[in-house]
């Protein structure tokens, strides 16, 4: 990334503090050209973005890779983004995004060169997956999803954004993220008895 002209007196002013800061001020010094608070905003939201990818793509450097390549993208465009409204968002959005577009591609990938290797690792040390519930069972069930059902999935029950998020965040229809969610809670239902209870 082409280094950032030096800071005005406010601007490091505000660095000294992006620690303690709301994210609207987080992302305003960042809009501003502070590196400090780019740094704070990667800090605060880097394990998310890269959770979020995983889930969707089960492959610890590509979600890397997707999750690095969303930060740049939101950093390109930050710009553009509306203070007012929450980072994170607008983050996995980009981050899911890119996540299914990298899983459809694989797929092709693997489809025309005939291989018919195995894209999952669960046991992948790059992911902490002790924060969910029975991940292994939990994982098993979200690689027999589609990436576009498994997206919705992710970001209804582990991310826990509401259907009418992920519709505005997917830009798709409210009824097509329903169905999504439905298919996936029954076979969440299947694999998984207790677990998959409706809201």
Known sequence: ??????????????????????????????????????????????????????????????AE????????????SLDRFDRRRPFAPWLHRIVVNRAIDWTRASKARREVSGEATEMWDAESPEVDLDALADSGRIL??????????RAVVVLRYILEYTPGEI????????????????RGLDALAKAIPGEADGD
Not at 167 to 182: D, I
């Open 1 to 62: 990334m082409e280094a950032l002209p030096r800071l005005s007196g406010s601007v490091a002013a505000d660095e000294r503090s992006l620690e303690r800061s709301s994210e609207r001020a987080v992302v305003k010094a960042a809009q501003r050209g502070s590196n400090k608070a780019l740094e704070e905003l990667f800090r605060r939201h880097w394990r998310g973005a890269h959770r979020a990818a995983y889930l969707v793509v089960h492959d610890g450097a590509a």
């Open 65 to 76: 890779d997707i999750a690095q390549e969303a930060f740049i993208s939101a950093i390109r």
């Open 140 to 149: 098993e069930v979200l690689r027999s999803l589609g990436p576009e059902q």
């Open 167 to 182: 519709s505005e965040l997917l830009g798709m229809p409210r009824g097509t993220v329903n169905s999504r969610l439905r």
